[in-house]
């Protein structure tokens, strides 16, 4: 899956990923109305505004994006049916043939972790019959509980061609209050970024092993030294965008082969239709997705001139 993920980057000439984040609010009220009428003002109702609002922005962009990042936590708040709409995502994004990352972040101990992989990126076997619950192509990892906790997804990466992307040093403005801490005069991300590269070294692709690492774009010193630590991990960049993350700091996320990092946006494409700089261009509610698709050329196109 990753060189799948490596050669639809090139291919489309876009190293970027759409974050698939939908909160209800996002959601034009014409598509709540419609799905209300249907469902009623419930967790059914929720569960098909956001599929058909996901179904439109992912409609309007797939031809120009190689992968989707749905988050997990914006479907499992609505319980079942939530669910049951990240699954209809992520089935229709395999019919659109997008690589699909899975923002799961889970990890625990290892029958637990093990429980995880096989119902997101591998099979769980139901008498004589095996199933793949999920479908996702990657998902991400979060490895505090340790290799414990990792190893079972590297077991099925190894065994379904899938892949992760672990945690080492994340976007959030309270990330340094553990993962900087020094230990043995080294920050704990670059710990964990040798781990990452180690784990990986197991499970190479032609040119990237199936085992990423999530770098935030708020912190790019740290993701130069990254960077170099791990050389032949994709590295996933959230923070681009909603979170303050500018291009210009992205080129050291890259090897000097314009590969090796996908940056991800989420609010900042899904709800581009709220931008004043589309509602110029005649975006409206109505038209939301094509905000969303005008949204994706500009991303590509500043990520593309900062780091060529
Ligand atoms: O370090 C991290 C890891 C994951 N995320 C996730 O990425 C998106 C970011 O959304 P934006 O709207 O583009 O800010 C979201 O799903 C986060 O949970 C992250 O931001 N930072």
Redesign the pocket.
Known sequence: MINKLVDKIKQKDAPIVV?L?PMLDYVPNFIKEEAFNQFGETLEGAGEAIWQYNKAIIDATHDLIPAV?P?I??YEQFGIEGIKAFNKTVEYCRQKDLVIIG?I?RGDIGSTSKAYAVGHIGRVQVGKNSFCPFKEDFV?VNPYLGSDGVNPFIDVCKEEKKGIFV?V????PS?GEFQDRLIDNRPLYEIVGEKVNMWGSECMGDEYSYVGA???A?YPKMGETLRKIMPKAMI?V??????GGKAEDLKCFFNEDGLGAII????????AYKNDKYKDKGITEMNFADASRMAVIDMIEDINSAIK
């Open positions: 974050g984040d990042k988050q936590a914006m923002d972040k991400t945690l040093k994340t976007s959030n990330s999530v770098v935030g708020t996933l959230p923070g681009y965008g909603a979170q991800n946006s989420s609010r900042g494409i899904i709800c």
